[in-house]
């Protein structure tokens, strides 16, 4: 483990990138995630149509080759991303996938005569949509959303193969250097257990304070 403590500092830097991927992804992720919900409960046809092939051709392809995809794939039609754009806008489309079914679920959840009471009080659709159905879908959505991050945390690993230097990435220079794999491999083990108990412990946070508001 003495090569581990002496370039500790550098695995340090990976997991700094893979908190600034998962983080900057999840924002994304929930921006898209919440749209593409509203969009299926709320559109025309051909919104809720496009929405549901989005969230179906995501969840159905394999998070890699949409990494591929982005990264090596859009190059053909000029345009040309670097390793982290790449990064964030693959991770983020994945994951708002995901989140606009753990919403949708959520919002549907939400008792429909409390909709109708805060229409009948003279809110807009919109209105009741943001003041009385969102507020209570979040209740609701924190649990799976906790599962949907923590997740995504683990595959930021995958963003190793475009080059990004993450904490699977740093780990693997130093093998590569040291010609020996264990111990970093140990290290960046106990480094992403870290990274999820710190994920965990501020969603049930966020779980506890919503549940006290409501």
Same mark, same amino acid.
């Given at each position: 483990m003495e090569l581990v403590f002496k370039n500790f500092n550098f695995l340090l830097t990976g997991a700094y990138y893979t908190m600034l991927i998962t983080i900057v992804s999840m924002c994304f992720g929930l921006i898209i995630g919440l749209i593409t919900a509203i969009a299926r409960l709320k559109g025309n046809w051909l919104i809720r149509t496009l929405a549901k092939g989005y969230v179906s051709i995501i969840r159905g392809t394999p998070i890699l080759v949409q990494i591929f995809i982005v990264?090596?794939?859009?190059?053909?039609?000029? *345009?040309?991303?670097?390793?982290? %754009?790449?990064?964030?806008?693959?991770?983020? *489309?994945?994951?708002?996938?995901y989140l606009a079914e753990t919403f949708r679920g959520a919002i549907l959840s939400v008792h429909k005569g409390q909709m109708e009471?805060?229409?009948?009080?003279?809110?807009?659709?919109? +209105? %009741?949509?943001?003041?009385?159905?969102? /507020? +209570?879908?979040?209740?609701?959505?924190?649990? /799976?959303?906790?599962?949907t991050f923590i997740g995504m945390l683990k595959e930021t690993s995958l963003v190793s193969i475009v080059t990004v230097t993450e904490l699977l990435r740093s780990a693997q220079l130093l093998i590569a250097q040291y010609y020996t794999a264990m111990?970093?491999?140990?290290? *960046?083990?106990?480094?992403?257990?870290?990274?999820?108990?710190?994920?965990?412990? *501020?969603?049930?946070r966020i779980e506890t304070k919503l549940s006290k508001a409501y």
């Open positions: 990264y090596y794939g859009l190059p053909d039609f000029g *345009i040309t991303l670097g390793p982290f %754009t790449a990064a964030y806008i693959s991770l983020s *489309i994945n994951i708002g996938a009471a805060a229409v009948s009080l003279g809110l807009s659709p919109w +209105q %009741t949509m943001v003041k009385v159905v969102l /507020p +209570q879908a979040a209740r609701a959505a924190i649990p /799976p959303m906790g599962n111990p970093f491999y140990i290290a *960046i083990a106990l480094m992403y257990w870290v990274m999820s108990l710190l994920f965990s412990n *501020i969603l049930n």
